[in-house]
């Protein structure tokens, strides 16, 4: 297939796709694309990264570290609900469930330039410093994962470890490695927000 066919190719399935809000789809995904390009290489935030993808489901593991007692970390995290004060690509973070361990959310997130709304279903363990996460509604793509918290042996810096089983829902013409940008600006911008609660620079 030569190279304008699978541009119309494209172009016809994201307007197939997006039926009325085809264009919208369309600049969605050129915004994507070129949002993407800064997630490439080594990023400061991410310590580790491993994203292979089978078909339609990427398995993820992502570490980074973050310089405060485990403690304090894990106390920021149990407050979700500041993700949108704390990170320019949280739009909303509001609770809509809260039931001792367990929290229900609405989040709208910008994922490379284009904004997504989920709702997803949080379980804390405080004895394991674990967060089990999973998304209740999605668009794009279905999560089951957790973030676990290890302290440093000097107990001054955490581990923060992210994994995760990720499914797509719909099929796009994006490549993986757009999608993997999409990943890793999510978990960075998470562990920047938990800095910037905790008043790290």
Known sequence: ?????????????????GGVVGCDTI???????????????????IAFANLPKDGKVFTIEMHSRIDAPVDKVWEEMKHPEKLSSNSEQYKKSEIIKDEG???????????????QTLTVRMEFDDATK?????????????????YHLEAS?????????????????????????????AIKESFVNQVRAIKKGLGIS
Do not use: C
């Open 130 to 146: 674990t967060l089990k996460i999973k998304t209740l509604t999605s668009s794009m793509a279905d999560i089951d994962g957790s």
């Open 101 to 115: 361990n367990v929290k229900e959310m609405e989040l709208h997130v910008l994922t490379l330039d284009n904004l």
């Open 153 to 181: 042996p000097d107990g001054q810096k955490t581990a923060y470890i992210y994994k995760a089983i990720q499914t797509d829902k719909v099929n796009l013409p994006i490549s993986e490695d757009v999608q993997r940008s």
């Open 27 to 45: 600049s969605g995904y050129f915004r994507a694309r070129s949002a993407a390009v800064k997630w490439e290489g080594k990023i400061d935030d």
């Open 1 to 17: 297939m030569n190279r304008k066919l699978r541009a119309f190719t494209m172009v016809a399935a994201l307007v197939a796709l």
